[in-house]
């Protein structure tokens, strides 16, 4: 069973600090991308790649996020530094071809 | 011209009755209209979708009700259980733009036993 997998599951931070997440895609999917959800923002696009290019990261804080695809089975989401409004559950979905995205279980941050 | 407005924010039904779901559009290039379903603590899970050459889609209890010319789509979930309780996004996406989606912003259902 095919799934996009992200680690950390959950991740406590404090402000300042580096955070990483990581994102496999589903084997074979040329697309990824990268949402923020809130309560308050609903979901939000942050990025995303075709074929590991970058195609969109409007949505993102340029300052402090980047977004990387270092090889088609790994994409990365780095916040650098990090900051309280910037909790949050990050989903990387991934897709191929079709319309139909395939979301990751998420990411749930937390920045004291 | 990207926004894909939804409603209503929350929905409250009884087991066994019709839930409804509404979203609408502004821009006419979108030609794919996936509904998502997302239960807590989880991502989003595709539910069904619909492009414009039909105007309804059933699969199972869940049906997908589309009007090109008002530009509205709506999710019916028929014999709701307490199961589909979860929150329903809408979205739409154009195939010139890579699959990227805009989304709603979500319905929170809750079906009372």
């Known amino acids: 069973d095919a799934r996009v997998t992200q680690t950390p599951r959950h991740k406590v931070t404090e402000m300042g600090q580096e955070v990483t997440m990581r994102c496999q895609p589903i084997l074979g999917h040329n697309t990824v991308f990268w949402y923020r959800q809130t309560m308050m923002q609903g979901l939000e696009l942050l990025a995303y790649f075709r074929n590991r290019a970058p195609l969109d990261d409007s949505g993102m804080p340029k300052d402090r996020f980047s977004a990387e695809m270092p090889d088609a089975t790994l994409a990365t989401l780095k916040i650098q530094p990090s900051e309280p409004r910037d909790s949050a559950v990050y989903f990387c979905a991934s897709g191929f071809v079709t319309d139909t995205q395939y979301f990751g279980p998420g990411t749930r941050l937390t920045v004291l | 011209q990207q926004q894909v407005k939804q409603s209503p924010q929350s929905l409250i039904v009884q087991k066994g009755g019709i839930s409804i779901i509404n979203c609408a559009y502004e821009?006419?290039?979108?030609?794919?209209f996936p509904w998502y379903q997302q239960f807590p603590g989880k991502g989003p899970a595709l539910l069904i979708a619909i492009r414009p050459d039909v105007s309804e889609k059933k699969e199972g209890r869940f049906t997908i009700s589309f009007n090109k010319s008002a530009k509205q789509f709506s999710l019916h979930i028929m014999d709701s259980q307490p199961g589909d309780s979860a929150t329903y996004f809408c979205a739409a996406s154009m195939g010139t733009n890579a699959g990227k989606s805009t989304f709603g912003d979500g319905t929170t259902l809750t079906v009372k036993p």
């Open positions: 821009n006419t290039a979108f030609d794919y």
